[in-house]
């Protein structure tokens, strides 16, 4: 070794000692809740030795708040800014109940913006662990979170809030107005009770990795306002939503598996619960796996699939969604390399005046599907602030998509409004096989319109094709498709209504003798609004 190198590796091994002298300090501490206080037992309330670990943390500057492994029973815990959880093999925080009588979880906050969602989307802090207005803010770890004590429902007659409330001037109930004339209090029968798991508004650089969640009532994940947060590899089995991302910037949600198999498993939101329209824009969701299996039995690696129906009387959900709440607009989406089981398929609503725009979708697998395997849908609801106008949705590419098992009584459908189509869909190698069964008296159905209901395939009744049905598009493309049935059907494979500027090439369209392969309806066809 000449001298000159001796030299330098001794320059480089000063400076590295150096640096670690410098950094050392830097290095984030942990603080074992036990040392504060928890026993972790699942039977002593823990809620004040979190909160002490956690505000120790944060006087530290920042820290890591460990769970060894035991139960923690909680009820509302407070996230601080730089400060992580993390959960270790064998920990499980718990939600407590509050018909236990050991405590109640933080109420819901004050929003005067309520009347545009459901409840659960409204408010935040009424959660097992909640944060608002924080910055660098993790929970990590191989550990679960419980959500054991959480409720899966809102106010009114103990029925879910995803029946899609609206205001009766649109033909639908308004909870809050009747209990306003009554001079009840919207939302007290909620008082006490926590209803989501993880509830983050106004955060930024926010991470989830690698821990599980079970029952965790209304939401697992509800994150509003939220920009620069990442979730990744978590295992989430739960009775509602899985995670709802609203008015969220840079969205990064990688490797998880999501079952829920009575509401939605990955939700994008746009509502207007922070009392604006804001975009849920640049969203990756990748190597996903989401599906409707019997409760619990993702965790337990069984996989039943005894339930066929989710409390809305379709079949059972677990799928991945933009919408319904749909106020600011959605843009610069990616959904890729996903599976879909046993749950609905890929829908993408705009119906409260949202514009959707730039959105694409590659290599999805499907499987025993329950409802359409790709619904599009422009509507106009209009749960929205007075003056709002009907949303767009444009540029919207799907490609490399196999699916089998596919609902019967409805196709793929791209659907928008008379005065509003949808525009610019590109469809690329699509494989789908559907049950078949559909008779000619199916073929001559014309669906009614129903623009301003809650957005499902069935608002349609069976559709008059049985591959894809497209009503209200302007330039939709079509390439390298094979649609067909397992069984004969009397319904042809396409169904275009009031579509202009379309394209179909290398198709593969199976269908009965006689049959069309694609019928066109003239737009005089399509009766007027009901």
């Keep these: 070794m000449t001298s000159f190198d001796t030299t330098r590796r001794r320059l480089l091994q000063g400076l590295g000692a150096a640096c670690a002298a410098v950094c050392a300090p830097a290095l984030a501490a942990d603080f074992d809740v036990r040392t504060f206080g928890a026993r972790g037992d699942g039977t002593t309330l823990d809620t004040d030795a979190i909160h002490a670990a956690i505000a120790a943390a944060s006087a530290a500057g920042g820290g890591t708040v460990r769970f060894p492994a035991g139960r923690y029973l909680s009820f509302s815990i407070r996230l601080q800014s730089r400060v992580a959880l993390y959960l270790d093999a064998g920990s499980v925080i718990v939600a407590a109940d509050p018909a ?270 329950t409802t359409a395997p790709l619904f599009i849908r422009l509507g106009r609801r209009m749960r929205a602030p007075a003056g709002t106008r009907v949303g767009a949705i444009r540029r919207v590419n799907i490609s490399n998509v196999v699916a089998s098992q596919a609902n019967a009584p409805y196709a793929a459908i791209v659907a928008g409004l008379p005065e509003a189509p949808v525009e610019d869909v590109r469809l690329s190698n699509i494989t789908i096989v559907y049950g078949g069964g559909g008779t000619a008296a199916d073929a001559r159905r014309v669906p009614p319109e129903v623009p301003d209901h809650y957005p499902e395939p069935s608002m349609f009744g069976v559709t008059p094709a049985y591959g894809l049905y497209v009503r209200h598009a302007r330039n939709v493309e079509v390439h390298h498709a094979d649609l067909r049935t397992a069984a004969p059907d009397g319904r042809p494979p396409v169904v275009l209504d009031d579509v202009k500027g379309e394209r179909f090439d290398h198709v593969r369209l199976g269908r009965a003798a006689g049959v069309p392969a694609i019928r066109r309806v003239r737009p005089a066809s399509v009766p007027p609004r009901a």
């Excluded at 069984?302 to 339930?307: G, K, L, M, V």
Aim: hydrophobic share 35%.
């Design 100 to 369: 236990d009588g050991q405590g109640r979880y933080d109420p819901a906050e004050p929003n005067p913006h309520d009347a545009y969602q459901d409840f659960g989307h409204s408010h935040w802090h009424n959660s097992l662990i909640w944060g608002e207005d924080l910055e660098d803010v993790a929970i990590l770890g191989p550990g679960r979170i419980w959500g054991r004590g959480l409720t899966r429902s809102g106010p009114g007659a103990n029925r879910p809030l995803n029946a899609g409330d609206m205001p009766s001037s649109l033909g639908g109930k308004d909870p809050m107005g009747e209990r306003r004339k009554s001079g009840a209090v919207f939302g007290a029968e909620m008082d006490g009770k926590g209803n989501k798991a993880i509830a983050l508004k106004n955060c930024r650089n926010v991470l989830l990795r690698d821990f599980s969640m079970l029952k965790c009532g209304h939401f697992a994940v509800l994150a509003t306002g939220v920009d620069n947060l990442t979730i990744a590899n978590l295992t989430v089995d739960t009775e509602r939503d899985g995670f709802d991302i609203d008015c969220c910037r840079n969205v990064r949600i990688s490797d998880c598996a999501v079952n829920t198999p009575n509401d939605d498993a990955i939700c994008l939101k746009s509502s207007y619960a922070l009392g604006r329209t804001r975009f849920t824009e640049h969203v990756t969701i990748t190597g996903c796996q989401v599906s409707g299996f019997d409760l619990g039995t993702l965790l337990d690696g069984t996989f039943r699939t005894t339930q066929i129906k989710a409390p809305d009387e379709e079949g059972v959900c677990g799928r991945i969604k933009l919408g319904t709440e749909s106020n600011g607009g959605f843009r610069n989406i990616v959904i890729a390399n996903c599976v879909f089981e046993h749950c609905r398929g890929l829908a993408i609503e705009s119906v409260d005046g949202a514009v959707i725009e730039d959105v694409t979708v590659d290599n999805l697998a499907m499987r025993d599907l």
